[in-house]
Nanobody, 123 residues
Framework: QVQLQESGPGLVKPSQTLSLTCTVSGESITANLYYWSWIRQPPGKGLEWMGAIAYSGSAYYSPSLKSRTSISRDTSKNQFVLQLSSLTAEDTAVYYC???????????????WGQGIQVTVSS
């Protein structure tokens, strides 16, 4: 069974860069046809797709976050990493990683999820 787990800091300061790691087990992140996405949910709001990295290593981003977002991977550890720069309090959210059948903002394509990690942006 595919399992994903997010890790990283729970508290970060405004203007800094957030780095979160998703560790995947049960499936290689280089397996053909799959994408690996980052999704977040601010308090009281809906899910927001942030971006994805494909099995090939190509990355794709939500237009609203593209200027601040970078997704990379470490295939030796079967991990992919989110970096979000220029943080503000509005970036406070629960952050999820997920396997993605298409690589985009299509809720029905996110078939395996991590449990999520709470990230608070505050001084």
């Amino acid at each position: 069974q595919v399992q994903l787990q997010e890790s990283g800091p729970g508290l970060v300061k405004p203007s800094q860069t957030l780095s979160l790691t998703c560790t995947v087990s049960g499936e290689s992140i280089t397996a053909n046809l799959y994408y690996w996405s980052w999704i977040r949910q601010p308090p009281g709001k809906g899910l927001e797709w942030m971006g994805a990295i494909a099995y090939s290593g190509s990355a794709y981003y939500s237009p609203s976050l593209k200027s601040r977002t970078s997704i990379s991977r470490d295939t030796s550890k079967n991990q992919f990493v989110l970096q979000l720069s220029s943080l503000t309090a509005e970036d406070t959210a629960v952050y999820y990683c997920a396997r993605d059948l298409h690589g985009g903002p299509f809720t029905y394509s996110w078939d395996y999820w991590g449990q999520g990690i709470q990230v608070t942006v505050s001084s």
